[in-house]
């Protein structure tokens, strides 16, 4: 027993751990001097995480988790030491949410609480401005520097990081965190407290002028919180309801905080100028033309960086570009086939007593990822792909998890009637 407390104990250390390395991306110079110390410290979250579950390697291994194991040879092939560790790292956590669960709910606590701290600095660095240039913009990595004064002097807010596209997706996991606690109903004495952070971080959102991050994540909390329920027409006039009331509110506090507004006044500029797609439908054009040139193999993994000197902003597009229809066909499939499972274990888990907020923040984060992969860079950057891997192992270990239950109650039953 104090074995098992032992080991649980030490995962969700590692899980920390590995956490601080993910979301602390744009101050890993001034943290860790070195960006091979920095990928040490990740590792030993991992280690941490890996023992504490105990994972054990077998020979038996998922299809699904098998074709994502094979997706390496993309990024091998680009022998980039860079680019293969991160993916051997989402890899291994793949495996070890889907063998075990990993650390299951503490998951979602930990996401929240980084969630929680991502959205107090973005508040707090509003209020004092000062505080964030003189203070937190010296610590951030040399590229980024100049970029976050920009960002700060254009009213997009980057909260505790050097852009403020990189806060959205921390606030939009946070925002998924703490929407995924209060929905389970694991933790109904803080259920108030909760719903504080929840009103905050998407307030967070409203305010730093990131479109498709407050879009992305309010649909994708609706979409869970429907799914969610045994009764699905309650359930829809109780989402009215609620998107009523926050549209009540957001009026009634916009007047009084103007810069609740930012977003939507983004969404007003962009369509008024006619530059909704904010240029990208030139990197959509050139990764196209990198299609057409080899339309069955692709150009080759990130390629899209030498030509544009960054990503497509749009996954699909750059899939197609880089690894060809055959590539595309087979990371396009696994993203679906993460949709179809979730909705499945959702459904499922809506119907039975098992509680499991890990659940419901896989799919929330599932569906955001996926939604967010038509005007982002969710696949390519390391801190919301690490995340999605964590979350699609999981939905594979409860899918599992359903079907052995299922199996034993159909057991059960023949012996009953034996």
């Not at 520097?145 to 002097?153: Q, S």
């Not at 499991?356 to 005007?375: E, H």
């Amino acid at each position: 027993m104090s074995l098992k407390i032992y080991r649980h104990t030490l995962a969700y250390i590692g899980l920390f751990v590995f956490l601080f390395f993910v979301f602390m991306l744009d101050f890993r110079t001034s943290l860790f001097h070195n960006v091979y110390l920095a990928y040490v410290w990740a590792l030993s979250g991992i280690i941490f995480i890996w023992y504490g579950c105990n994972v054990k390697v077998s020979k038996v291994m998922s299809n699904v988790v098998m074709i994502w194991f094979i997706t390496i040879l993309f990024i091998i092939f680009t022998f980039n030491l860079s680019y293969i560790i991160k993916y051997i790292f989402s890899l291994i956590l793949l495996y070890c949410f889907y063998k075990t669960g990993g650390t299951k709910d503490q998951t979602v606590k930990v996401l929240a609480f980084f969630g929680i701290i991502f959205t107090l600095a973005t508040f707090l660095f509003y209020i004092y401005p000062q505080i964030y240039n003189e203070s937190i913009v010296p610590k951030l990595e040399e590229y980024l520097r100049v970029t976050a004064l920009n960002m700060m002097r254009t009213k997009r807010y980057p909260g505790l990081t050097g852009h403020y596209s990189t806060n959205g997706t921390y606030l939009a996991i946070g925002f998924g965190a703490i929407f995924s606690l209060i929905v389970s109903k694991n933790y109904k004495k803080n259920n108030y407290i909760l719903l504080i952070f929840l009103i905050l971080t998407l307030g967070a959102l409203l305010m730093i002028g990131k479109r498709a991050h407050l879009v992305f994540a309010f649909v994708s909390s609706i979409w869970v919180y429907w799914l969610y329920s045994k009764n699905k027409h309650t359930r829809f006039l109780n989402i009215v309801a609620i998107i009523s009331v926050l549209i009540i509110l957001f009026f009634v506090f916009a007047e009084q905080f103007p810069v609740l507004k930012n977003t939507f006044d983004r969404f007003y500029e962009t369509a008024k100028e006619g530059t909704f797609l904010m240029s990208r439908d030139i990197f959509y054009k050139a990764a196209f033309k990198k299609f057409i040139d080899n339309p069955l193999f692709g150009s080759g993994w990130r390629t899209a960086v030498d030509y544009l000197e960054h990503d497509v902003h749009n996954i699909y597009i750059q899939l197609l570009a880089e690894t060809g229809i055959i590539g595309f066909s087979i990371f396009v499939g696994l993203i679906v086939y993460g949709v179809v499972i979730g909705i499945k274990v959702l459904l499922k888990l809506s119907k039975v007593e098992m509680k499991s907020s890990l659940v419901v923040f896989s799919v929330y984060y599932i569906f955001f990822f996926t939604l967010y992969g038509f005007t982002g860079n969710p696949l390519y950057d390391e801190q919301p792909f690490y995340i999605y891997m964590i979350c699609y192992g999981s939905l594979i270990y409860y899918k599992n998890k359903m079907l052995v239950q299922n199996r034993r109650k159909a057991n059960d039953l023949y012996i009953n009637f034996s």
